[in-house]
């Protein structure tokens, strides 16, 4: 008799220690408080696919925590300007802001390596770095100084080399050129006589307008067919090799950071790897149609010589070299980023560019 009832304390005890093990995340799930935060872009709501990416992370973050993890989306303007979105991140104004790192290099060059910077890599080695080859580390070490946490969560892909009021032919074209251009690629520029400025979406079209500048660069066909720019500069550039690819991240403050659960965090990390995704793959999928739309609609499409993309890839060169020698901050990124982009360079070269160079010739000559 006692060994049965020590028998059945036994099994009972056990039922209960399984059923409380069991029930364990289920309490924790629904302790989970409700969190509310809001993201601010640089970009308008009219740009669905650069507003929409970020769009896109919110409603998988809400997805993925039943709904408890709410981040509104704000766009420029909303809160802050759309240049000041990092600033509002650092100054706590609010939690997060999704924008393009390079927009800031004033405040420090490095900034870009997050973005793009000129004759960088494309969106593929990109990633690669940032995920395999030290680039996450590398930037949010510098991120730190900032109290900022960085999470890679769109790209682009490849940009187009943007919109002229006149043809530009040599090199010679450049010198006192008005043009809104953002990151590095403006500092390059200044080497050889170009005037570079700094517009958020919104001033682009007026700014050609008035003629108070002559050229902009924007993304690509799709957004760019949304700002109109075809009707005030009808000459339209190729490539951007200012931008083979434009990573813009979420950035978060490092305070908010902290005080989310880690379900949450987690849900975060997964959504902007969600959102990278998605979005490279709409600006492929949508791209093509909106370039034919351009070019019917009277888009002179033109490529950049070889003498002004040559000279633009020395002047870009020298630029890198002039700031490592200043900026240890940028030193400490360049070195490690240019040796893994010429790694990767030489293994596209061999496999992706020469299948590329093929394949798409013959799509046009091969019957």
């Known amino acids: 008799m006692e060994r049965r009832s020590f028998l059945r304390g036994t099994a009972a005890g056990a039922a209960t220690a399984i059923g409380t093990t069991l029930a364990a995340p289920a309490i924790a799930q629904s302790s989970n408080p409700e969190i509310r935060w809001r993201m601010t872009?640089?970009?308008?709501?009219?740009?669905?696919?650069?507003?929409?990416?970020?769009?896109?992370?919110?409603?998988?973050?809400?997805?993925?925590t039943d709904n408890k993890f709410q981040i509104r989306v704000f766009a420029a303007g909303e809160i802050v300007p759309g240049l000041q979105a990092l600033d509002a991140v650092q100054a706590e104004t609010v939690e997060m802001a999704h924008t393009a790192s390079y927009y800031y290099v004033g405040k420090d060059p490095t900034f870009a390596f997050d973005t793009t910077v000129p004759f960088g890599p494309n969106a593929r080695q990109q990633s690669a770095w940032m995920h395999h080859g030290g680039g996450l580390d590398l930037m949010r070490d510098f991120?730190?100084?900032?109290?900022?946490?960085?999470f890679p969560c769109t790209n682009t892909g490849a940009q187009m080399g943007g919109w002229y009021r006149k043809e530009i032919k040599t090199v010679e074209d450049l010198k006192g050129l008005k043009f809104r251009i953002a990151g590095i690629a403006g500092m390059v520029l200044t080497k050889l006589g170009v005037v570079p400025q700094q517009l958020?979406?919104?001033d682009i079209y007026p700014s050609l307008e008035k003629g108070t500048i002559d050229a902009a660069e924007w993304v690509g066909p799709y957004d760019d067919e949304k700002l109109g720019l075809f009707k005030v500069a009808p000459y339209y550039y190729y490539p951007?090799?200012?931008?083979?690819?434009?990573?813009?991240?979420a950035y978060i403050n490092l305070n908010a950071w902290a005080k989310l659960p880690d379900q949450y965090k987690a849900a975060l990390q997964s959504a902007c790897a969600e959102a990278y995704v998605d979005t490279l793959a709409r600006y492929d999928a949508?791209?093509?149609?909106?370039?034919?739309?351009l070019v019917a609609g009277g888009a002179q499409?033109?490529?950049f010589s070889?003498?002004?993309?040559?000279?633009c890839y020395k002047a870009a060169h020298e630029l890198y070299d002039e700031i490592s020698a200043k900026n240890a901050n940028f030193k400490k990124v360049y070195e490690p980023w240019k040796k893994f982009r010429d790694d990767e360079y030489l293994w596209f070269r061999v496999s992706e560019n020469s299948y590329e160079n093929f394949a798409f010739t013959a799509a046009q000559t091969v019957k």
């Open 41 to 64: 872009s640089s970009f308008p709501k009219s740009l669905d696919t650069l507003f929409g990416g970020a769009e896109f992370l919110a409603k998988r973050v809400a997805a993925l």
């Open 301 to 303: 499409l033109r490529p």
């Open 240 to 249: 951007g090799w200012w931008e083979g690819q434009a990573q813009l991240s």
């Open 200 to 202: 958020a979406a919104g």
């Open 143 to 150: 991120f730190k100084q900032y109290n900022i946490l960085s």
């Open 286 to 293: 949508v791209n093509p149609a909106a370039l034919r739309r």
């Open 306 to 311: 070889r003498e002004i993309m040559a000279a």
